[in-house]
């Protein structure tokens, strides 16, 4: 409770009871106790009140538990902070941080970063960032306004003047939430911006709207209308053993087995594909090590592709005798 009042001067008790999962009684029976104790918490009635704490009231370290304590040591993406430049501040910050913790957090912190490493970058060359990185982050921090042109998925490019609102980094790639002139929220991938000007304009940003609620819609939706653009395309396979490694390296995550190896060593799986031409070219890479159950369709098709490649590669091979 006091940690919400601090970050949002003064809360109704109702806003209270609801953030924190418990009855109105229990709220005020808290306001009690905190005052008893020694906080300066307080109530005002009327519209504009609520329930109140000491603008000169400050929570110190003691409050967090190590395990929030360690959280912050470990809850850093590098990668993204080097992109925005804040890389070096935030290591500085975290020393500092450091170095006022109790020794038994101290050692705590020392002990896990022995013993985990989170990692956000890929394995293989990821999306790089866009060269507009630097403005667009300029731009955000000032509130002014951008022009764009940009390539969407499907359209030609377009001019597009947005307010630049917000930057999200998600695993490998920069995306920028902007506010249409018909007020429309709409978000931006960073590499599929052509061009890029920042206007001599700046805009008022709306008290109401929450980035991480935002963000959570936007992805919502996002996986929605690709579930519905593009429907999963499952199938059924006889896989040999000895190319298991296959579905392993290749279609982790994306595959799971119906049935154990027979005495040949086949077994049977079931394995998501985003589209039939996508298993299509899994199944050939499989070569014989692999049967088709269903669908018949799937089968058809790879029977008529194997076809015309040895239709084609036996036409190839004639005219090189000639």
Known sequence: MILLLQKNKHMRAQDLSAELEVSLSTIYRDIDA??????????????????????GFRTSLSDLSQNQILSL?????AKSLFDIGMEESTENALLKLFN???????????RIQERLYIDSESWFDGETTSPYLEVIQQAVWQDQRLQLLYQSYEMS???????AYALVS?????????RKTTGDYRTYRLTRIIQLQMLDETFERDSAFNLKTYWQEAQ???RQQVDDDFPKFYVELRIHTSAYWYLIRVLDGRFQQVQPPDEEHWCHVRIQFKTQVEAEAHILAMSTYVEI????SLKTKVKQIVDE????YGATNSVGKH
Do not use: C
């Open 34 to 55: 905190l005052s008893i104790a020694g906080i300066p918490v307080y109530t005002q009635p009327g519209t504009q009140g609520g329930i109140f704490i000491d603008e």
């Open 73 to 77: 040591f470990l809850a850093v993406d």
């Open 100 to 110: 006022t913790l109790p020794v038994s957090h101290q050692q705590a912190v020392e």
């Open 157 to 163: 490019p377009k001019h597009i003047t947005i307010d």
């Open 170 to 178: 998600k695993a490998y790639g920069w995306y920028l939430v902007g």
């Open 220 to 222: 919502h939706d996002f």
């Open 293 to 296: 159950i269903s669908p018949n």
């Open 309 to 312: 490649l040895q239709h084609h």
